[in-house]
T-cell receptor, first 114, second 112 residues
Framework: GAGVSQSPSNKVTEKGKDVELRCDPI?????LYWYRQRLGQGLEFLIY????????KSGLPSDRFSAERTGESVSTLTIQRTQQEDSAVYLC????????????FGEGSRLTVL | GEDVEQSLFLSVREGDSSVINCTYT??????LYWYKQEPGAGLQLLTY?????DMKQDQRLTVLLNKKDKHLSLRIADTQTGDSAIYFC????????????FGAGTRLTVKP
């Protein structure tokens, strides 16, 4: 597979609740990305982790969104006080060969906020 | 911001050729990609082309790039039912990916 596992695959929550989404890439990949895929729209870049460098958080849509990653391991994306517009598929990806820019995606976590 | 646009739906008959089109606005785009997303699966890179190329062929797939018009197309010859999926066009300036922009995806339906 792509070497990226995401959980949960589906999450239904009530408006106002906090949710945590998890991404677990195979080891040895320093670059990790989170994207959001809303229905009928392209993927939106959220955040990028590269080794021990400060993450690029420029795509996070509001301060309700945050993400963490320790070293080259698991990353978690947290959405606080969820809103209905947060409903989307959240995709995690690891970087492939540097000369192609290829990304390897997980299967995503589908979030539905009621 | 810079946009990547593609039509949302395409339907073809099995055995016909499929052509999926994409336009982008950033003239600095260096890397252009086609990703495929099958139902319930993550996106997978199908093929890519560098901006200094006009065409790339890989078995049944042909990618054409018109850099002047900022137009990218993916042609699938002898389309099969297994080709039914969503195809995403994407572009980036660097291989760093945090500047990668994706289109909304074209849902290809192949009818027997």
């Amino acid at each position: 597979g792509a070497g990226v596992s995401q959980s949960p695959s589906n999450k239904v929550t009530e408006k106002g609740k906090d949710v945590e989404l998890r991404c677990d890439p195979i080891s040895g990949h320093t670059a990790l990305y989170w994207y959001r895929q809303r229905l009928g729209q392209g993927l939106e870049f959220l955040i990028y982790f590269q080794g021990n460098s400060a993450p690029d958080k420029s795509g996070l849509p509001s301060d309700r969104f945050s993400a963490e990653r320790t070293g080259e391991s698991v990353s978690t994306l947290t959405i606080q006080r969820t809103q209905q517009e947060d409903s989307a598929v959240y995709l995690c990806a690891r970087q492939g060969p540097a000369n192609t820019g290829e990304l390897f995606f997980g299967e995503g976590s589908r979030l539905t906020v009621l | 911001g810079e946009d990547v646009e593609q039509s949302l739906f395409l339907s073809v008959r099995e055995g016909d050729s499929s052509v999926i089109n994409c336009t982008y606005t950033d003239s600095s785009s260096t890397y252009l990609y086609w990703y495929k997303q099958e139902p319930g699966a993550g996106l997978q890179l199908l093929t890519y082309i560098f901006s200094n190329m006009d065409m790339k062929q890989d078995q049944r797939l042909t990618v054409l790039l018109n850099k002047k018009d900022k137009h990218l197309s993916l042609r699938i010859a002898d389309t099969q039912t297994g080709d039914s999926a969503i195809y995403f066009c994407a572009e980036s300036i660097t291989a760093n990916n945090n500047d990668m922009r994706f289109g909304a995806g074209t849902r290809l339906t192949v009818k027997p």
